[in-house]
């Protein structure tokens, strides 16, 4: 059973487009992150959130924790071809328990 | 400053071979947690080590293994390998543990069992 369950698997949309790509669970993490993975490259974190109903911005991306810290949102606004990537989030259920990944939403942006 | 940095890159075996695969994190970092990456399980948690000590370990069977020495480097071995060994092996290093303390990842090693 997969603890974060991350849809959808697949999105091929054209550049400028916006897209919500989403990251469930029924149980309850300490914090939530959201990396980003290129071919042949390792995956690189791009947030961390850590308060329930949290909202972060990172230039065009917008990350959501959820109020019962059960689930994560990444909006990204206007996308472009150098957004293409597979985006893995990843929770923590406390201080040093290991992180437990999503399968990811790989995204492809069409120019 | 120099990244996680895995090797090799890449690697082909043999069922019933071992691998050793190694992992050099950043500099002054001292966690070091190795995760297995395929298509139809995604990343899944092996070990991760600290000071030398392992503190936690994935639901993988025996035949994985691995260690971390005084200069925080580490390595992690597969012993009897299997088809459904084949995978992405990554490793990443933290300055501490814990949440306040990101992961940062190697570019993995890609392991191929035939």
């Known amino acids: 059973t997969q603890l974060l369950e991350q849809s959808p698997q697949f999105l091929s949309i054209q550049e400028g487009e916006n897209l919500t790509v989403y990251c469930n669970s029924s149980?309850?993490?300490?914090?939530l992150q959201w990396y980003r993975q290129e071919p042949g490259e390792g995956p690189v974190l791009l947030v961390t959130?850590?308060?329930?109903?949290e909202v972060k911005k990172l230039k065009r991306l917008t990350f959501q924790f959820g109020d019962a810290r059960k689930d994560s949102s990444l909006h990204i606004t206007a996308a472009q071809p150098g957004d293409t990537g597979l985006y893995l989030c990843?929770?923590?259920?406390?201080?040093?328990?290991?992180?437990?990944f999503g399968k990811g939403t790989r995204l492809s942006v069409i120019a | 400053k120099a990244g996680v940095t895995q090797t090799p890159r890449y690697l082909i075996k043999t069922r019933g071979q071992q691998v050793t695969l190694s992992c050099s994190p950043i500099?002054?970092?001292?966690?070091v947690s190795w995760y297995q990456q395929t298509p139809g399980q995604g990343l899944q948690f092996l070990f991760e080590?600290?000071?030398?000590?392992?503190?936690n370990k994935g639901n993988f069977p025996g035949r994985f293994s691995g260690r971390q020495f005084s200069n925080s480097r580490s390595e992690m071995n597969v012993s009897t390998l299997e088809l459904g060994d084949s995978a992405l092996y990554l490793c990443?290093?933290?300055?501490?543990?814990?949440?306040?303390?990101?992961?940062?990842f190697g570019n993995g090693t890609r392991l191929t069992v035939t």
């Open positions: 080590y600290f000071s030398e000590t392992q503190r």
């Open positions: 149980s309850v993490f300490s914090s």
């Open positions: 990443a290093s933290s300055l501490l543990r814990g949440l306040n303390s990101p992961l940062h």
């Open positions: 500099s002054g970092h001292r966690s």
């Open positions: 959130v850590v308060t329930g109903g």
């Open positions: 990843a929770g923590a259920r406390s201080g040093n328990t290991p992180l437990v």
